[in-house]
């Protein structure tokens, strides 16, 4: 899903990974989180559910500006 609003130059992208239980999802995203600056990332957003898989959602925001100007939004 993406949105642009053109009044506030920002552009939202939401990224949804989907797949089997035990698949990486959640392993990808931790990864992810670790090489990215930590100036454009937000907080990993993670429920533990020790040895067992996620039973909801993990997010991870992700924010910057490109050398136009538009603010971008991302949320895995």
């Known amino acids: ?3 642009f609003n053109e009044e506030s130059r920002e552009l ?3 990224v949804v990974y989907y797949g089997p239980a ?3 999802k959640t ?3 931790q ?3 670790q090489k990215m600056d930590p100036k454009v990332r937000g907080r990993l957003m ?3 559910t020790k040895d067992d898989r996620t039973l ?3 997010m991870m ?3 910057f500006k490109t050398p136009s100007g538009v603010k971008v939004k991302i949320k895995l």
């Open 12 to 14: 939202a992208v939401k």
């Open 1 to 3: 899903m993406a949105q």
């Open 27 to 29: 392993t990808n995203l």
């Open 61 to 63: 925001p992700v924010f």
């Open 31 to 33: 990864a992810l989180y």
């Open 22 to 24: 035990l698949s990486g």
């Open 46 to 48: 993670t429920l533990d």
């Open 56 to 58: 909801f959602f993990d």
